[in-house]
């Protein structure tokens, strides 16, 4: 069975474009699994950090990711992270660990160690999965593709307002630089840059609500008969 036959929807964009929030809803729409490959790196990211290993030193990244123990456990609502047996969902998506996971994912060591682990994560299909490069690189046969973008002022308020939820502070200025220093890196990167699919549907979610971006994804499934 092809990973087109196994329902699989990929949903990639740049940062602040509500890639997450929509493929948790979808999933959950459906009765699908998420997964959140950001979280993956971010895990790396955490991981390296513990180990005080700098993006720099590309001997004790390969070391590390030789004996990450990583675990990711998919559901509708979430993807959970554990790291060596303990749970870091939460802990990931602390400032300084968003941070470096920037830099980290841009290694090619790093993507090709998550992208094969990402792999075998669909096999089973019925799966919403989100990322950067999910339906060029990870999952170029799945049978639904989108790629869902927002204007750089939107996304930056929506990043901003996400990280003041999480009891954290922010400036909105900043947070735009460092969303356009993050676009600009991922988008030129060798590995895996930040491109749509061919085959994608493109989605402008600037003035839609989730809900109304979340009916347009909806009836592209339909169309489907999934």
Do not use: C
């Amino acid at each position: 069975m092809n990973q087109t036959d196994q329902k699989i929807i990929t949903i990639d964009g740049p940062a602040g474009a509500g890639k997450t929030t929509l493929a948790r809803a979808l999933a959950r729409r459906l009765g699908w699994r998420y997964l959140d490959t950001g979280a993956m790196y971010r895990t790396v990211a955490l991981a390296a950090d513990e180990a005080n290993i700098q993006v720099s030193d590309i001997p004790g990244v390969e070391t590390l990711l030789a004996s990450l123990k990583m675990d990711v456990q998919l559901a509708s609502e979430e993807t959970r992270l554990f790291l060596g047996g303990r749970e870091v969902t939460a802990l990931i998506r602390e400032p300084r660990v968003s941070a470096l996971a920037s830099a980290i994912s841009a290694l090619p060591q790093v993507r090709a160690k998550m992208v094969e682990l990402q792999k075998r994560l669909g096999q089973q299909g019925r799966i919403v999965t989100e990322g950067r490069d999910q339906g060029t690189v990870v999952f170029p046969r799945a049978g639904l593709k989108f790629f869902l973008d927002a204007g750089p002022e939107e996304r930056a308020r929506r990043r901003y307002e996400e990280i003041k939820s999480r009891g954290n502070d922010a400036d909105l200025d900043q947070v735009g630089r460092d969303m356009a220093q993050r676009d600009q890196a991922d988008s030129t990167r060798d590995a895996s840059p930040l491109r749509p699919a061919q085959d994608a549907v493109p989605i402008d979610s600037t003035r839609l609500s989730i809900e109304e971006v979340l009916k347009v994804m909806l009836d592209r499934v339909r169309q489907k008969g999934w």
